[in-house]
């Protein structure tokens, strides 16, 4: 289980609307959102791993000391949602070393996983995971294999692997359910908040119980908060796919929580590690 620590105005949707030289003139909402997520993980005993912008930790060191005393584990989003592809292989180790330098900074727990920003390690991308294994990271979660408008990466293997040759790097992708013959994502995103709840407990149950492996979910935290402001000036299409159904996503995470056992990345990572040898 995983949540993919960023505001509402740091999200693709709005990349074209909001620039990033406006961000901190923005209300943040990402420290109560998390808190409300920390309550919902304390109520259903379960730790997750929360990919943390370094953007994000500079402003709320505070709240990335209680996520981590609360036993979950802190890992990178990079630092300001850049997405992978728009950096060369220079300045994704730069952001990486900059938001690791942050993350370990405020939490004094050591960072080895990474999330790329909109799962953007790619086709386009074959030096993200050797930047990562020269760095140390232990796994990465950054990819989804699957062809969608924003992103994917439709041949990548849909179970853990590993991306680079003689390295321990074990990259987890996003879960994906195959519903005949073809792959539908099942990790969350849009599919989770504007499905019915139930075809994402299928799709779970089709991963654990027929295909005998872990699901890798995530979410944000503004996707439960219906009082977030609201952008007119955004396509509809991004409006339509960031607004709808965040009034029922606490209820819907609470019955995910409770109708599988889940776990911190980390762990879940050195049991494949371990299976894949
Ligand atoms: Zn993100």
Redesign the pocket.
């Known amino acids: 289980m995983s949540v993919?620590v960023?505001d509402w105005f740091?999200?693709?949707a709005f990349e074209k609307t909001i620039a990033r030289a406006q961000w901190d003139g923005l209300e943040r909402r990402v420290e109560r959102n998390c808190d409300a997520i920390l309550g919902l993980f304390a109520d259903t005993g379960i730790k997750a791993t929360f990919?943390t912008?370094g953007w994000v930790a500079q402003r709320h060191p505070a709240m990335m000391r209680r996520i981590a005393q609360q036993g979950h584990e802190i890992a990178s989003?990079g630092w300001d949602?850049a997405r992978v592809f728009t950096l060369g292989r220079e300045a994704f180790a730069l952001d990486i070393a900059r938001t690791r330098g942050v993350l370990e900074d405020a939490t004094g727990c050591a960072v080895t996983g990474y999330?790329a920003?909109?799962f953007s390690i790619d086709a386009r991308t074959p030096w993200a995971h050797e930047v990562l294994a020269e760095h140390g990271y232990a796994y990465s979660s950054s990819v989804a294999p699957i062809a969608h408008d924003h992103y994917g990466w439709r041949e990548a293997p849909r179970f853990a692997f590993r991306p680079v040759s003689g390295a321990g790097l074990v990259e987890v992708p996003v879960t994906t359910a195959e519903l005949a013959g073809r792959r539908m994502a099942a990790g969350g995103g849009g599919f989770f908040r504007l499905l019915p709840y139930g075809v994402s407990r299928w799709a779970i149950r089709q991963v654990n119980h027929r295909e005998g492996r872990p699901a890798a979910f995530y979410f944000?935290p503004w996707e439960i908060d219906p009082a977030q402001p609201r952008r007119k000036d955004a396509p509809l299409r991004s409006r339509l796919r960031h607004y709808t159904n965040l009034s029922v996503m606490a209820g819907k995470l609470r019955r995910l929580l409770g109708d599988f056992a889940w776990g911190r990345m980390d762990e879940v990572v050195a049991r494949e590690a371990a299976r894949l040898g």
């Open positions: 993919d960023e740091q999200v693709g990919f912008l989003h949602h999330r920003p909109s944000h």
